[in-house]
Nanobody, 118 residues
Framework: QVQLVESGGGLVQAGGSLRLSCTAS????????MMWYRQAPGKERELVAT????????NYADSVKGRFTISRDNAKNTVYLQMNSLKPEDTAVYYC???????????WGQGTQVIVSS
């Protein structure tokens, strides 16, 4: 079955960096665009970044553009989110997913917590 396992979160000071990873299983990872989302306390889940199946094109929310970089390694079934110049408002639980998984299964992994202190 589909499984998404996020890791790499933690506590970091403002201005610092973190690299998140998400390893997928149960489907042909290389066929699908992947996304990173985040959900801050008391807020709706929001889309942060998207990458196409081969990794040739990416897209970012305005709030993270220029600071975050999404990438993927299809040989490892893994998508990454490099987060630089972190701000307290980046504090959230971060999730990876694919649109078809959300639509068909409404499945989400456990996410990884990022806390940015000021």
């Amino acid at each position: 079955q589909v499984q998404l396992v996020e890791s790499g979160g933690g506590l970091v000071q403002a201005g610092g960096s973190l690299r998140l990873s998400c390893t997928a299983s149960g489907f042909v990872f290389s066929r699908y665009p992947m996304m990173w989302y985040r959900q801050a306390p008391g807020k709706e889940r929001e889309l942060v970044a998207t990458i196409t199946s081969a990794g040739g094109s990416t897209n970012y929310a305005d709030s993270v553009k220029g600071r975050f970089t999404i990438s993927r390694d299809n040989a490892k079934n893994t998508v990454y989110l490099q987060m630089n110049s972190l701000k307290p408002e980046d504090t959230a639980v971060y999730y990876c997913n694919a649109a078809w998984i959300v639509s068909l299964y409404k499945y989400w992994g456990q996410g990884t917590q990022v806390i940015v202190s000021s």
